[in-house]
């Protein structure tokens, strides 16, 4: 079900609030799961997973600004205006507190988010994404991509992702795969690709959000991760308090829709951890180790890895 919401970001701002559209993906009661989705795509890919949670787990996606349904308003590229933008949305449509999940930019927006309305996000989760600021080369190549779809008012210049998204087990096992993603990135309206990318150039380094947490994060990887290599979660569950590291195998940076059973557990335990026990739920520091076999594609691929730790 689709709903746009209005930010309201005071009277000052209220000429740039984008519209951002609400997509209610689960049902379920208390505190809900809101997912913010990857860069160059929209709530869609979050379908095959939410689509996996057990009854009782509400999930609701958000189209980021530019995004999917969502328009962009006159808001300049920034990820803090994201996540305040996403943070009153959500607040005007009713949610007090939430378990806020990021893939991957969506994941930028979510550490914005929890760093600057912290009561509202109880717990985190980090989906093929990273802390760190972006290095010189790749700020450029960003400002680079945008200027080429601004300039040409076409989404091609991202296109090449289409190489790079998928690791050597999805193209082997799930070629099938690719013409919905082509199709996704090209739905995306140029405008909100070049916002995004002038956006994530322009992101600060946030690992200090991670440490300061005092809820639990859950950091899910793929392990042929190619965009967002898996040391990069590893760095996050280093600075978490209460964090919990999962890696994929056989996954890349699509993980949620190659293994979408997998990234539905790692959340499915987030959830757990927030609701019976609030913000500073505790969690066990022995390593565990889960096998997913409900999943066709993923029966022959070898346990997923999850590291717990508590400070």
């Keep these: 079900m ?29 505190v809900p799961v809101v997912l913010l989705h990857p860069f160059p795509f929209d709530s869609r890919v979050w379908a095959p997973m939410a689509l996996a949670l057990p009854w009782g787990i509400r999930a609701i996606a958000v189209d980021l600004p530019g995004f999917g349904k969502s328009d962009l308003g006159s808001l ?3 990820v803090d205006l994201a996540a305040d933008a996403v943070y009153e949305a959500l607040t005007a449509y009713g949610v007090g507190n939430a378990i806020v999940v990021g893939w991957s930019m969506g994941g930028y927006v979510a550490l914005a988010l929890a760093e600057r309305h912290p009561g509202f996000v109880s717990g985190l989760g980090l989906v093929g994404s990273k802390a760190d600021a972006d290095d010189e080369t790749t700020v450029a190549n960003r400002v680079r991509i945008a200027r080429e779809v601004e300039m040409g008012q076409t989404v091609q210049p991202v296109m090449a992702l289409l190489g790079q998204i998928l690791g050597p087990t999805s193209l082997a096992r799930r070629r099938a795969l690719l013409p919905t993603i082509e199709a996704w990135i090209r739905s995306q309206h140029p405008s909100g690709i070049v916002w ?7 992101r600060p380094d946030r690992s200090h959000v991670i440490a300061a947490f005092p809820g639990p994060v859950a950091i899910i990887a793929g ?7 898996v040391h990069f979660s590893q760095e996050m569950h280093q600075h978490a308090q209460n964090g919990h590291l999962t890696v994929v195998p056989g996954a890349s940076h699509l993980l949620a829709i190659e293994d979408p059973a997998a990234v539905a557990q790692a959340i499915v335990d987030l959830h757990a951890q927030v609701v019976p026990h609030g913000r500073n739920a505790q969690t066990s520091s022995i390593p565990k180790v889960r096998k997913f076999s409900g999943h066709p594609v993923s029966r022959s691929i070898p346990a997923v890895t999850r590291r717990s730790k508590t400070r």
């Design 196 to 202: 995004a990318q002038r956006a994530m150039a322009r």
């Design 2 to 30: 689709l709903h746009l919401a209005e930010a309201d970001l005071g009277s000052a701002f209220k000429m740039s609030t984008p519209k951002l559209a609400i997509h209610e993906l689960h049902d379920g009661g208390g």
């Design 76 to 78: 300049a590229p920034s």
């Design 223 to 229: 392990a042929e991760d190619l965009l967002s290599p």
